[in-house]
């Protein structure tokens, strides 16, 4: 079945620093989500992506959808002390499923 | 984006009972899923909730351990039957498609289910 590694698995930054993570699949996506979650809280939605090479931005996050559709990553930038959570990404094929990477725990020291 | 709530938001059972978590959502949706999260780990599809006919089950669940109610456009139930602890997870609805924008998929808050 499809696969996603998603880098860093975790990480630990300074306030105000930027983020970068990535998602690589073995498969082709026609859809990149990227989700935030919160201890406690389901994922919540931040960018979605439909297109081979799109750029989006949401705020301080952009997310790009890889031009072989096998990959995406997410820059989070001037990181603030909310910005802590777990992010997810995930890859939608033709079947509509979603699957998903295993999520980047991301700590930002004040 | 969707207003999606969860009924209940946790709770703690005995082994060999069942729970029946409720998903309501504020738009009429096409697809209604059901995920599985464990501690610490990533989302687990169960199975596609849909309208009118059986539900449809990844591998390794099971329709009479995760039996499913989808009765219109914007409600499902899932049931987690004859509980053991190993069943303690995190259980999200999600939903996708009809009057959403298309492709974009929504969790609900989640059913923290502990099982003793």
Partial sequence: GQQLNQSPQSM??????????????SSIFNTWLWYKQDPGEGPVLLIALYKAGELTSN???TAQFGITRKDSFLNISAS???DVGIYFCAGRGSNYKLTFGKGTLLTVNP | SAVISQKPSRDICQRGTSLTIQCQVDSQVTMMFWYRQQPGQSLTLIATAN???????ESGFVIDKFPISRPNLTFSTLTVSNMSPEDSSIYLCSVSGGELVADTQYFGPGTRLTVL
């Fill in chain 1, 59 to 61: 705020g301080r996050l």
């Fill in chain 1, 12 to 25: 630990f930054i300074q306030e105000g620093e930027d983020v970068s993570m990535n998602c690589t699949s």
């Fill in chain 2, 51 to 57: 309208q009118g006919s059986e539900a449809t089950y």
């Fill in chain 1, 80 to 82: 603030i002390p909310s």
